[in-house]
């Protein structure tokens, strides 16, 4: 995995940050533990990957009761749980709602959060480490204590039930940990290059945005990567606040399949697949980044 | 915190000029800093608005006698006003040590800590375990590091609504169990099993973001460091002891911290997994949340009291977990 080695920072941050811990090679590991490695890890990613196998195997159940019964979904699998939720219920609404307001999250998020990380990593303004602190807590806020008085706020403001109001309120709860994250990663970016910018002429915002930002792609990566993931799989917000159902998202969505009479698992767990898919895309696209954006924001922060 | 922080900029300050007045250093520090100003105001204003706010109200709340009866709201075009009373510390009083206290608050906080702790240890050990191994030489390593990380990409309700399928009777974990001849409890009725049950689900829900940055934090040891002890004649243990443990420490100091502060507030993996039932594996904000909304009449004022008190608790342990950090880099040089 050379991949985690090459990132742009790297440069700076010393020579030695750069070079992994790399094996000892003087000592050779036994082939007994090579072994026992393997099996580990190979215990490990089973039980990993188990529940998720499980849930796409139990949506090829054609019946309702099928999940009590695994055994004998073997026999009789079918897809036609997929076609029934795609063509049969709001499917894609859900899902475009879901796009626009993870994308939103996304977007709005991780700005918010690097010119915020970028402010507290570079200048030492009046009450930037309060910021901080104050970001910190904000982390430590019980869902229970602000979803009524944010309901409130979102309905004087006209924005219940819009996308808008959703991103903003998701972006509140994402951008704390991201401006700690970026932080981090900025402070291993030299000044230099921001020096070197505003020689050029750059002012503190074209540096930002010009030389910054394309350096920290991976942090940046990382910190989309949670932004999206949590508003994509966010339910208690996204009940509260949307209330038509045109405006449900994915996660809203999925409980109507369980009402009090009757019980869709099977459609239940289609969905689920169905929604795990792009997060899992959203996944394969960052993976590359996440340990070197994840160190240089764990490390330094 | 505030006299320390701005303690500190005085004292390096110190033997320069005399420091000018506070409204020029203002002044000079906005014309100076204007952008950074800029750059965090966006910031500030949303999480105003949608933390502090709400975080004001709440805490008004908890002085009141507020539920979903006697609160204002909208019926038709009539707006029916505020009718709750203003009780001062009585909602505090009658939550800590009122009758019932102890069935009501005092078993879920014991619980709670209790669920904070095992699952932040299981999320740090089986991280740092699995990250050392990954860390290694080793064929197919780039391929384990994807299926490792996969449960962080799973939607939590998805992965939770799969647990609750595979721990139902008869699903997929007993089967298992049953089939090597071990009991087979009832994962989701059983109180002691459902604890079992949701401390193992929060762990695999966890232990993904642990490994990647306890992986990335083994990545920036500088091997040198390795070489020499290895000079040194040190034990595997001890290379691990006394290179890899204090080559960990800032990551490891952050990610507890955060660990602690999302297990102590992780809702959705006990709500998904037991709905309103279980009473004896709800954690606070749990039951913080079935006060507020689970019930009728809904209690606002209680459940914004426990929310209060769950701020408290965590705003307590960071700082002096942040101290004892303070401390620890002090005494290790």
């Known amino acids: 995995m050379t991949t985690t080695t090459e990132r742009p920072a790297a440069r700076s941050a010393a020579a030695h940050a750069a070079r992994p811990a790399k094996v000892r090679g003087r000592e050779q590991r036994s082939p007994l533990a090579t072994v026992l490695s393997h099996l580990a890890l190979i215990t490990a990613s089973l039980i990993a990957l188990f529940p998720v196998v499980y849930i796409a195997y139990i949506s090829l159940g054609p019946d309702d009761m099928d999940y009590l019964h695994p055994g004998q979904i073997l026999g009789k699998a079918t897809l036609s749980n997929y076609t029934t939720v795609l063509n049969d219920t709001d499917f894609f609404s859900w899902f475009g709602n879901s796009v626009i307001v993870a994308g939103g999250t996304t977007v709005v998020g991780v700005m918010l959060a690097a010119s915020t990380g970028y402010a507290v990593s570079r200048m030492r303004f009046a009450g930037h480490k309060q910021l901080m602190w104050t970001l910190l807590v904000t982390q430590m806020f019980p869902i229970a204590v602000l979803i009524v008085p944010m309901y409130y706020i979102l309905s004087s403001l006209q924005l219940l039930d819009s996308y808008f109001g959703l991103i903003l309120v998701y972006s509140g709860t994402t951008v704390p940990y991201c401006a700690w994250l970026l932080k981090g990663y900025f402070d291993t970016i030299p000044v230099e290059i921001d020096e070197a910018g505003r020689v050029d002429g750059l002012s503190p915002f074209g540096t930002f945005w010009r030389l910054i930002l394309p350096l920290a792609r991976p942090g940046l990566a990382v910190a989309a990567f949670y932004s999206f993931l949590t508003a994509w799989a966010e339910v208690a917000f996204a009940s509260t606040f949307m209330l038509s159902s045109d405006k449900y998202t994915l996660a809203v969505g999925l409980q109507s399949f369980i009402s009090e009479h009757d019980h869709q698992w099977q459609l239940m767990a289609t969905t689920s697949v169905l929604i795990a898919l792009p997060a899992a895309l959203v996944f394969y696209l960052v993976q590359r980044h996440l340990v070197t954006g994840l160190t240089a924001g764990a490390a330094k922060s | ?333």
């Open chain 2, 1 to 333: 915190m505030a006299v320390a922080v701005q303690g500190a900029p005085g004292k390096s300050r110190r033997g320069r000029e005399p420091r000018p007045g506070l409204v020029q250093r203002l002044k000079l520090s906005y014309s100076k800093y204007w952008y950074a100003y800029a750059m965090i105001a966006p910031v500030v204003i949303v999480l105003g608005v949608l933390v502090g706010y709400p975080l004001v109200r709440g805490v008004y709340l908890t002085l009141t006698d507020a539920t979903s009866l006697n609160t204002g709201r909208q019926i038709g075009v009539n707006h029916i006003p505020d009718s709750f009373n203003f009780v001062g510390l009585h909602n505090y009083a009658d939550v800590l040590w009122g009758p019932g206290s102890y069935d009501r608050f005092w078993s879920h906080f014991v619980w709670t800590i209790a669920w904070t702790a095992i699952c932040v240890v299981l999320h740090y050990t089986i991280g740092l375990a699995l990250a050392l191994l990954l860390n290694q030489k080793l064929r197919g390593r780039g391929l384990y590091r994807m299926m490792l990380i996969l449960p962080w990409a799973v939607p939590t309700f998805v992965t939770v609504f799969s647990w609750r399928l595979m721990l139902a009777d008869g699903g997929a974990i007993n089967g298992i169990l049953g089939s090597v001849g071990l009991p087979e409890p009832g994962w989701l009725s059983d109180p002691l099993a459902q604890k079992a049950a949701a401390i193992t689900v929060n762990t695999w829900v966890g232990v993904p973001f642990m490994m990647v940055s306890l992986l990335g934090g083994l990545q920036s040891i500088p091997a040198e460091l390795y070489e020499a002890a290895e000079m040194d004649g040190a034990s595997p243990w001890q290379r691990f002891r006394y290179v890899t443990l204090p080559g960990l420490r800032t990551v490891s100091s952050t990610v507890v911290l955060l660990g602690v502060i999302w297990t102590f507030n992780q809702f959705a993996v006990i709500f998904l997994l037991f709905g309103n039932g279980a009473p004896d594996a709800q954690i606070l904000v749990t039951w913080a949340y079935r006060l507020g909304f689970g019930q009728m009449p809904r209690d606002y004022a209680q459940s914004a009291t426990y929310g209060v008190l769950l701020l408290s608790l965590l705003i307590v342990f960071t700082s002096f977990y942040r101290r004892w950090l303070a401390r620890n880099e002090q005494a290790n040089g």
